[in-house]
């Protein structure tokens, strides 16, 4: 079944048991990138499970049935390419990139990771003590601490508010028999989907996906259900041991396929999108107050993240929200001039069309296409829709958006700071 119209070189099929299969051919490149997304992400995981996908992320390379732990790592890198995996809120993805003579290799060893690691338990016990060491450095780290605390706080009781990663006391907990359910719950072949991009015909595709993943007629497939708990607006102040404060203003976003995305995406790119933005133009190069600001626009199935993060000295804290709060006020008080909304048109344009040199960033773009919209968004829609956009409509939208009363803050400062105060 293929139930994509076929757009240039772009196909789709779907398997009677389910598992999809999304293709991207690009002639002239001699490399192909190659991703196996699961449907499962860690809002997908029981309070008492917290971090187990990602858990399972990590121990998909400790061997399988047939192959080592080195032999996995080994496989990919032997012939000049690469293998990798992360997870984040909604899906896992496995991937390489490789020279399009391996794809039959990638396909491979992939699908054997997906489908038959044997998680040993002495490595299960060992993987537990890399991923706390993980969550250390993420803890050392005073903007993922940050961002951590900031989403617990906007998505408050909600599976969005906890760390991917999980906590020290859950993983400790995880076990071969956790992870086996896992996966035999969720690693189903309708919350499957197998994206590449570069050198390669569907046909080839589908006829290796059928070879080696094609072993169940189960056709399940399991969405996220977990409801959105009611948003609302926090003030929040921490410390660590750190010498700068570090500080994020922002609110629940956009869902990924919300009317209103594109006027968010360009209101971004005018307040926040780079150096030429007004952000960093007014905060920092003004008035000197940090070494970095800038926004951020994460949108889920059905909600979003946006803010601004701002690293500062805790002096500047109370000028950097007043210039933080005034950008907002101003994109709603006065209409971005033609030339500067024509400038962010063209860097989110130039952006997207630099993206497509990379096999990686189609493979994903392929994959998000099918996972988020169920067809392929091409180039020329992306472009169309941001081109419509109008000064009129980013006011209008403003309006509400960048309301103030919507807004949440996080701040993070300097232990020595909290004792000086008191």
């Known amino acids: 079944m293929n139930n994509w119209k076929k757009i240039d070189f772009v196909e789709k099929t779907v398997l009677d048991n389910g598992l999809k299969i999304v293709t991207e051919r690009i002639d ?60 984040s809120n909604e899906y896992t993805c496995y991937y390489t990139r490789s020279l399009d003579t391996e794809l039959t290799r990638a396909l491979d060893v992939l699908s054997d990771m997906v489908r038959n690691s044997t998680f040993p338990v002495d490595e299960v016990e060992k993987e537990k003590k890399v991923v706390i060491e993980e969550m250390k450095m993420y803890r050392d780290s005073p903007e993922d601490y940050l961002f951590e605390a900031f989403s617990r706080r906007v998505f408050k009781d909600h599976p969005l508010g906890r760390p ?94 919300h009317d209103d995305k594109y006027l968010l995406l360009l209101a971004n790119t005018v307040i926040g999108g780079g150096m030429s933005s007004r952000l960093h133009q007014n905060v920092r190069e003004k008035y000197g107050y940090c070494y970095s600001i800038g926004t951020f626009n994460q949108s889920y199935t059905d909600s979003g993240l946006f803010g601004v993060y701002i690293g500062t000295d805790k002096e500047y804290v109370d000028h950097v929200r007043e210039l933080i709060h005034a950008e907002f006020d101003n994109l709603v008080e006065t209409p971005i001039p033609k030339k500067e909304l024509e400038e962010a048109k063209s860097q989110l344009k130039g952006k997207l069309l630099l993206s497509q040199e990379s096999m990686s960033n189609r493979m994903t773009r392929l994959a998000k296409s099918e996972l988020y919209f169920n067809r392929f968004i091409t180039l020329d829609e992306l472009v169309e829709n941001i081109d419509a956009v109008t000064a009129s409509d980013i006011r209008t939208f403003a309006e509400e958006y960048f309301d103030k009363s919507y807004y949440s803050e996080t701040l993070l400062l300097p232990e020595h700071s909290i004792a000086e105060a008191k």
């Open 28 to 87: 002239s490149m001699k490399s192909v990138a190659t991703g196996i997304w699961v449907k499962t992400g860690s809002r997908d995981e029981p309070d008492e499970q917290a971090g187990i996908t990602h858990f399972l992320e990590h121990m998909l390379f400790k061997g399988t049935s047939t192959r080592s732990a080195f032999d996995i790592a080994l496989s990919m890198e032997s012939v000049g390419g690469y293998m990798n995996a992360f997870t």
């Open 164 to 257: 991917i990663i999980g906590f020290e006391e859950t993983v400790n907990a995880f076990d071969r028999s956790d992870l086996i359910d896992y996966v035999n719950k969720r690693y189903q072949p309708g919350n499957i989907l197998v994206s590449v991009a570069g050198n390669v015909k569907h046909e080839q595709v589908v006829k290796l996906v059928r070879k080696y993943l094609n072993d169940s007629a189960v056709k399940s497939e399991m969405s996220s259900e977990t409801i959105l708990t009611a948003y609302t607006p926090h003030k929040e102040t921490l410390s660590k041991p750190i010498e700068q404060t570090h500080m994020i203003i922002g609110r629940r976003g956009l869902h990924f396929d």
